[in-house]
T-cell receptor, first 116, second 109 residues
């Protein structure tokens, strides 16, 4: 148990569907992240939030829309996805932004997304 | 460009020792992390090195040489539960984490 909970664990959706991924952290952290993990590829950082403000958006297509209503919750809203978006989506948190070294990440178990 | 290289897959025997290497080329350096990820589970933090040398934590040790752009994770007295992927990540001068693709470690009885 890492203190970061993601739901759902698995999601299958069609290209025209709209769905949302949810992440909740119980660690009192100030920074939260969305990562994409594809098989045999490095983790790709998608979005970073610090104290509920989006501080980074790594050229992610607009069909992915993040939302951070408070410092404990993070959502990723999905619409009109493509089959190449199928991947494991990981949420993570850290005490503060990684503006200094050594700030370790606490990850959730991820949502395995399949787009048909 | 920035790059992290680590072997895709390694196999080792229960009770033995294995060394997982990581080499990096990044714009600056602010530390190197190792994470462990069991299949279907969250990556979990193993170690952080920012100075050269060996850091030991029980059966796991991590080594760093900044001049060579090189690190390794050493696992001793391997157990079946050590079967997992091991992710190497370097923090560059902008405090961005650059990730390797991970090394899948298979432990055989």
């Amino acid at each position: 148990e890492t203190g970061v909970t993601q739901t759902p664990r698995h999601l299958v959706m069609g290209m025209t569907n709209k769905k949302s991924l949810k992440c909740e952290q119980h660690l009192g952290h100030n920074a939260m992240y969305w990562y994409k993990q594809s098989a045999k590829k490095p983790l790709e950082l998608m979005f970073v939030y610090s104290l509920e403000e989006r501080v980074e958006n790594n050229s992610v297509p607009s069909r992915f829309s993040p939302e951070c209503p408070n410092s404990s919750h993070l959502f990723l809203h999905l619409h009109t996805l493509q089959p190449e978006d199928s991947a494991l989506y990981l949420c993570a948190s850290s005490q503060d932004m990684q503006t200094r070294g050594g700030e370790k990440l606490f990850f959730g178990s991820g949502t395995q997304l399949s787009v048909l | 460009g920035q790059n992290i290289d680590q072997p895709t897959e390694m196999t080792a025997t229960e009770g033995a020792i294995v060394q997982i290497n990581c080499t990096y080329q990044t714009s600056g350096f602010n530390g190197l992390f190792w994470y462990q990820q069991h299949a279907g589970e969250a990556p979990t933090f193993l170690s952080y090195n920012v100075l050269d040398g060996l850091e030991e934590k029980g059966r796991f040790s991590s080594f760093l040489s900044r001049s060579k752009g090189y690190s390794y994770l050493l696992l001793k007295e391997l157990q079946m539960k050590d079967s997992a992927s091991y992710l190497c990540a370097v923090m560059d001068s902008n405090y961005q984490l650059i990730w390797g693709a991970g090394t899948k470690l298979i432990i055989k009885p």
